[in-house]
C-alpha cells in the first residue's frame, strides 16, 4: 500500500491521456487502444478481458462501478466481495504473455487461496501487492507440472518474511507414490542443499511444506464430492474428474454466499459440470483444435490428438456449462491468440448462450452478491514485497550448518565487506 498514491496518480494520468511517467514501472506491455478480431473480441493482450460480457448482474442492489483497469496495490478488497485473478491461463509451453496455470482467490475476510501453481506463474503472482506470507494456501488438481511445476518459486520466496509453513492440498493417487503427500516429499528431498544452505538464515517454518492428502478412493456415485477444508467460512470441496488417471479433481469454494469452481484439466463429464451447478464463476478448461496445435507448435497430427483428445473443445464446454449454469463461464488452458479465439467464442455459442470469458493471465473478476465484473490488471514489473500483516508467529533460527560448509582455504580468500 506504500505506493498507493503514486499509482493512483499513474492510474489517473493514464486515464486522462497524461504521458505516464517515463520511470513508471507499471506493466503497460498492453497498449491503450484495442484492435477488435472480426467477431468483435478485443485482441488479446491488449488491455481489455475477452469477452462481450464484463459486467454481469446478478439482482438489483449496490452495484458497485470499478475503475477500468486492476491497478496491483491500490485497491482494497470490500469485506463481502470475493476476487478472482488469473495468475496463470496457458499451458506447458510457458509463453512470456502466458504462464501456465495458476489461479488466486481473496476473500473479503482477509483469506488468500492459489488453486494451481503452475509453471511461470509466480513472477505475476508476485506483482499483485499480495503479501506472500498470506499465500501459504495451494490447492493442486494434479500433479501435471504445467499445474505444479512453480512450486519451488513459491516456496523460495518465503525468505521473504513468512514464519509460518506453505500448505499444499491435493489428492491421493492410484499408489502411494503418485499422491500429493508423495510429490511434496520428494520436492523437498530435491532441495536438500537449498534447505540445509538456508538453516539458520530463515525461519525454520518458513522452510516448511505440509502436505494435505485427500483420499481418492473415498470417491464414489453416493460421495462424489468430498469437503476439504473447512475455516473462518470459506468451504472447499473436492471432486473427482476424468483426466488420464485417478487423482485428478476439480474444487467449488464456497463463502458468505459467493461460490467458485475450478476444475483443472478434464475430459468434458456432466459429473463436473453437476458438482459446479450454479457457481458464480465456473472455470473449466479449454483446448484449441488438432489441427491448429499440431501446426502452431510444429508437432506431428497424431501426437497433437493424443494431447487434444484429452481436453476440451469449446462446444463441449458449452455443453458443460449449459448443465451447471455458472454465472459467468470461464474457458481457461487456451492459447490466446488473435486468430484463435473468434473460433473458440464461435465453437461455445453453438452450445451455449450465457455470459462467457477466455481467460488471460492478470484477468481480474470481482464478485459480489449484485455483479460480476472482469477486467485487466496492471502491475508493477518491479514490484517490491508487501509487508506481511501482524502475526504472534516467532520465527525459529536453528544454528548454521557446521559440517559440509564453504571450503577453508577459499573462504580465507574472502576480500574484506564494505558494505551494510
Ligand atoms: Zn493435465
Ligand atoms: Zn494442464
Not at 184 to 205: D, M, P, Q, Y
Not at 378 to 385: A, G, I, N, V, Y
Request: charged content about 20%; some cysteine; proline content about 7%.
Amino acid at each position: 500500500m506504500k505506493n498507493m498514491p503514486k499509482l493512483l496518480s499513474l492510474f489517473l494520468a493514464s486515464t486522462l491521456c497524461v504521458p505516464v511517467l517515463a520511470e513508471s514501472p507499471l506493466d503497460f506491455r498492453f497498449p491503450i487502444d484495442c484492435s477488435y478480431t472480426e467477431a468483435g473480441y478485443p485482441v488479446p493482450l491488449c488491455g481489455k478481458p475477452l469477452t462481450k460480457y464484463a459486467v454481469v448482474q446478478k439482482q438489483a442492489g449496490n452495484h458497485k462501478t470499478y475503475p477500468e483497469h486492476f491497478i496491483a496495490g491500490s485497491e482494497a478488497i470490500e469485506a463481502d466481495e470475493m476476487r478472482i485473478t488469473t495468475i496463470g491461463s496457458g499451458n506447458p509451453p510457458v509463453r512470456l504473455g502466458q504462464a501456465s496455470t495458476s489461479w488466486l482467490v481473496e476473500l473479503g475476510n482477509g483469506d488468500n487461496f492459489i488453486f494451481d501453481i503452475g509453471g511461470g506463474t509466480v513472477p505475476a503472482l508476485w506483482s499483485l501487492g499480495v503479501p506472500l506470507s498470506t499465500l501459504d494456501k495451494v490447492f493442486v488438481t494434479h500433479l501435471h507440472l504445467d499445474h505444479f511445476g512453480g512450486i519451488f518459486n513459491l516456496w523460495d520466496s518465503m525468505g521473504w518474511g513468512r514464519n509460518t509453513p506453505l500448505h499444499v492440498w491435493g489428492s491421493s493417487g492410484h499408489t502411494p507414490e503418485l499422491g500429493v503427500a508423495a510429490f511434496v516429499e520428494n520436492i523437498e528431498k530435491s532441495a536438500a542443499w537449498h534447505i540445509l544452505s538456508k538453516t539458520g538464515i530463515a525461519a525454520r517454518e518458513g522452510m516448511q511444506i505440509k502436505a494435505h492428502e485427500f483420499d481418492y478412493a473415498k470417491f464414489t456415485p453416493e460421495q462424489p464430492k468430498q469437503l476439504v477444508y473447512a475455516e473462518n467460512d470459506v468451504y472447499i470441496y473436492a471432486f473427482p474428474v476424468d483426466h488420464i488417471l485417478q487423482g485428478a479433481v476439480g474444487y467449488r469454494l464456497e463463502w458468505n454466499g459467493l461460490s467458485m469452481a475450478f476444475t483443472g484439466d478434464s475430459e468434458p463429464t456432466t459429473h463436473e459440470a453437476e458438482m459446479a451447478k450454479g457457481v458464480d464463476v465456473f472455470i473449466h478448461e479449454l483446448f484449441i483444435d488438432a489441427p491448429t496445435f499440431s501446426e502452431k507448435n510444429a508437432m506431428p497430427i497424431e501426437v497433437a490428438k493424443n494431447i487434444v483428445h484429452k481436453h476440451t473443445s469449446p462446444e463441449e464446454l458449452g455443453e458443460i456449462f449449459s448443465i451447471a449454469e455458472p454465472v459467468l463461464g470461464v474457458g481457461t488452458h487456451f492459447f490466446t491468440n488473435e486468430d484463435t479465439i473468434d473460433g473458440a467464442f464461435a465453437g461455445l455459442s453453438k452450445t451455449y448462450s450465457g455470459p462467457v470469458a477466455i481467460a488471460q493471465d492478470l484477468m481480474v473478476i470481482n464478485v459480489t452478491k449484485e455483479q460480476i465484473v472482469t477486467r485487466m490488471a496492471r502491475t508493477d514489473l518491479l514490484s517490491w514485497s508487501e509487508p506481511a500483516p501482524e502475526s504472534d508467529d516467532k520465527p525459529t533460527y536453528d544454528p548454521k550448518p557446521s559440517e559440509g560448509v564453504t571450503l577453508k582455504w577459499i573462504s580465507e580468500t574472502r576480500i574484506e565487506r564494505s558494505y551494510n
